[in-house]
């Protein structure tokens, strides 16, 4: 449980339970200092990893919310709480006489965050579906991977967590800095096909401004250049290459003893796959550590691609403290740093 460090202490959340962006957003509000009351259902039923690190800085009840002693006990908590997360489909909350009317009776100033794939309507929004659905019809699922493929299945991250639960955390914050004004609630309808459609705004503006190519693999930042991505080392190893920008490549150019033709090539889309080919030829012919001695912490914008296991190790993340110890497992820590109101766990 939290001790009350960090910007939002004194904030009371009531989350329940489910899989997923709901908890993680309530992990991040916890992180920061936020009360949160984690609701389960009898017997810890939602609980299925033997570590869940989104469980962190909550405080866990149990209550049958099918009878009305649980209904009760929420009522109870939500009193005295400044928000509620839920991630039920649209009607469940109101079935069990805990929706959004029920919860402004007894507190008007109740923010009432709602977490789900397709949103509170619409003709999908009584549909199941998971991150990789919601991403597909978002739009931000299809320039991902190669041409002559399928697009690929990527971690769940740009769905339930930036599309979801991220805009869940940023809306709650909204509504409750409206609240504190008004006096009054609010629903805020959280659906992770709309946060993943936003989060495509870039490339609508690159899309309106003729800048971007419909084929995938193509584009600049799609894996088209060579001068962005991936590539194999002589180790088996990877590393990446964002040298988007002129003076940049130019850096990559030198250290790496490329033609200075290269630059004169930079933005020509039909040298990109020669260029892709020769680079990754010459990044095959050493292993990470020594790409890494050559080329980290320069202008070339480059990084090794370390593993989930490995991050923590990283001297930039040991000198930052972006992970943390706890019960002997490795976490990251909470994020973004604060200069005065430091969350107990960052400190």
């Not at 939602?46 to 962190?56: G, K, T």
């Not at 402004?104 to 949103?119: A, C, F, H, K, S």
């Not at 991220?166 to 914050?173: C, V, Y």
Request: glycine share 12%.
């Amino acid at each position: 449980m939290t001790t009350g460090g960090g910007p939002l202490a004194g904030l009371k959340v009531v989350e329940m339970v489910g899989l997923g962006p709901g908890p993680y957003a309530g992990k991040l509000l916890a992180d920061m200092g936020a009360e949160v009351i984690a609701v389960d259902r009898p017997g810890g039923a939602s609980i299925v990893l033997p570590r869940d690190i989104s469980w962190r800085g909550k405080t866990r009840v149990e209550l049958d919310l099918k009878t009305r002693a649980g209904r009760a006990a929420v009522l109870d908590h939500l009193a005295t709480a400044d928000a509620l997360i839920e991630g039920n489909r649209p009607g469940v909350m109101e079935r069990l006489g805990l929706g959004p009317e029920d919860c402004w009776q007894i507190n008007p100033r109740l923010v009432y965050g709602r977490m789900t794939g397709w949103g509170q309507e619409g003709p999908l929004a009584q549909a199941a579906g998971h991150d990789l659905n919601y991403i597909a019809l978002a739009g931000a699922l299809h320039p991902m991977g190669a041409p002559d493929a399928p697009p690929p299945v990527p971690l769940n991250l740009v769905g339930d967590y930036g599309g979801g639960a991220m805009f869940l955390a940023f809306g709650m914050m909204a509504a409750l800095w409206e609240a504190q004004r008004s006096g009054k609630g609010q629903v805020v309808d959280a659906a992770m096909v709309d946060g993943a459609s936003l989060m495509m705004t870039f490339f609508h503006s690159l899309m309106a401004s003729g800048w971007w190519a419909q084929e995938r693999g193509a584009n600049f930042l799609d894996g088209g250049a060579h001068f962005y991505g991936c590539y194999a080392c002589a180790d088996g190893k990877f590393v990446s290459v964002g040298a988007i920008e002129l003076p940049f490549m130019k850096v990559l150019v030198e250290k790496m003893d490329l033609p200075e033709s290269w630059l004169e090539r930079h933005m020509d889309r039909e040298s990109w796959p020669e260029l892709k080919a020769e680079l990754a030829v010459r990044f095959a012919t050493r292993p990470q550590a020594e790409w890494c001695a050559l080329l980290e912490g320069t202008d070339a914008c480059f990084a090794p691609v370390l593993p989930v296991w490995e991050a923590h190790e990283h001297p930039h993340a040991l000198a930052r403290h972006a992970f943390i110890r706890r019960e002997n497992v490795v976490e990251p820590a909470p994020a973004p740093r604060f200069s005065r109101t430091k969350p107990d766990l960052a400190k």
